[in-house]
């Protein structure tokens, strides 16, 4: 299947007193490496960030405008990086979500059935985890498009509206990185 993927790796991360936690470790690997590695089959990889961290070869760097704009506004950068792309489907990932990498088969097999705006993957307790989900590039373009400018756009508000399919995921895969607690009980460390 043929698609292309964002990394969103930007955030001051408040909630971790303002640590770099794309630099947080798990299993010795980086927040972000598990994030580049966990899509590594798209086509094309677009990480959107600082891009001051090394990344695996093909990875390119862009920046949301302005910096600290928010994911809708990330989003918006990372189509603008994919523009001469035929791919019809993103794959969209935050970075801090070190077991991303489950849930991306059971993602990709519903959106390659088609039938919808996207396809989101539902945490254990139902909740949509819309930065762990595959859009249709068309759909997701028009919607950035309309709301321009996007800085502070929310990015349910760039959703809304559209038909977007809950996919279950094993329940570890939507866990994210948000607290020390949340570090500790997913295993990552500082580097």
């Known amino acids: 299947m043929d698609f292309d993927a964002v990394v969103l790796a930007g955030g001051r991360s408040r909630r971790l007193g303002g640590i770099d936690k794309r630099q947080l470790q798990v299993g010795g690997r980086s927040l972000l490496q598990l994030a580049c590695e966990a899509v590594g089959a798209a086509t094309d990889i677009v990480a959107v960030g600082p891009g001051d961290l090394p990344t695996p070869a093909g990875v390119r760097w862009v920046h949301e405008q302005p910096p600290g704009g928010g994911p809708a506004a990330a989003l918006g950068a990372a189509l603008d990086a994919l523009a001469r792309s035929s791919r019809q489907l993103?794959?969209?990932?935050?970075?801090?979500?070190?077991?991303?990498?489950?849930?991306?088969?059971?993602?990709?097999?519903?959106?390659?059935?088609?039938?919808?705006?996207?396809?989101?993957?539902?945490?254990?307790?139902?909740?949509?985890?819309?930065?762990?989900?595959?859009?249709?590039?068309?759909?997701?373009?028009?919607?950035?498009?309309?709301?321009?400018?996007?800085?502070?756009?929310?990015?349910?508000?760039?959703?809304?509206?559209?038909?977007?399919?809950?996919?279950?995921?094993?329940?570890?895969?939507?866990?994210?990185?948000?607290?020390?607690?949340?570090?500790?009980?997913?295993?990552?460390?500082?580097?």
């Open 90 to 191: 993103v794959l969209v990932l935050a970075c801090d979500v070190p077991r991303s990498g489950e849930a991306l088969p059971s993602l990709l097999a519903a959106a390659s059935a088609g039938g919808a705006d996207g396809w989101v993957a539902v945490d254990e307790d139902g909740r949509r985890q819309t930065l762990l989900a595959v859009y249709t590039r068309r759909t997701l373009h028009r919607r950035l498009q309309a709301l321009a400018p996007l800085d502070g756009t929310a990015l349910r508000v760039v959703l809304d509206g559209l038909d977007l399919a809950e996919v279950q995921v094993p329940p570890a895969a939507t866990r994210d990185i948000d607290t020390w607690d949340d570090a500790q009980e997913l295993g990552a460390r500082r580097p």
